[in-house]
């Protein structure tokens, strides 16, 4: 239920937003991918991706990992990430795993998530 009332919340921010009906990517669980996401909108990632990231909003699922490096407007971290991300809006959820260093605009951290490394606050950060 909490998962469906978060999912509700985010369709309806976006609509508030004005923003059309925008379909995200699912890297499913199960699923590993080696390589690079140059130029995307909303990704979801469940599997595994060894690669870099730049998107407009990204989400890591619980069962998610992601090893590289993130540009993005906002990220959600559930799962684990091991690199560096470069974020205007960063959520950590208490059952994430974050190694490396991040720069953003603003941060949630929910107690219980792992952090390792720097965190940086930057007025003016650049995607």
């Known amino acids: 239920m909490r998962k469906f009332r978060k999912m509700l919340f985010l369709k309806l921010a976006r609509i508030i937003r004005g923003e059309k009906n925008v379909v995200p990517c699912i890297i499913s669980t199960g ?4 390589g ?8 979801h990632i469940d599997g595994k991706l060894e690669g870099d990231v730049c998107c407009r909003e990204l989400v890591i699922g619980p069962t998610g990992s992601l090893t590289g490096k ?7 971290l559930f799962g684990e990430l091991n690199g560096s991300l470069v974020v205007d809006n960063l959520f950590i959820s208490s059952t994430a795993k974050f190694i ?6 603003t941060i949630a951290i929910e107690p219980g998530a792992i952090l390792v490394g720097s ?3 930057r007025e003016n950060v650049e995607n």
């Open 31 to 34: 699923t590993k991918i080696i």
């Open 36 to 43: 690079n996401i140059t130029d995307g909108d909303i990704i």
């Open 70 to 76: 993130i540009t993005a407007k906002s990220l959600e």
């Open 100 to 105: 490396g260093d991040s720069t953003y605009k």
């Open 119 to 121: 965190c940086n606050s």
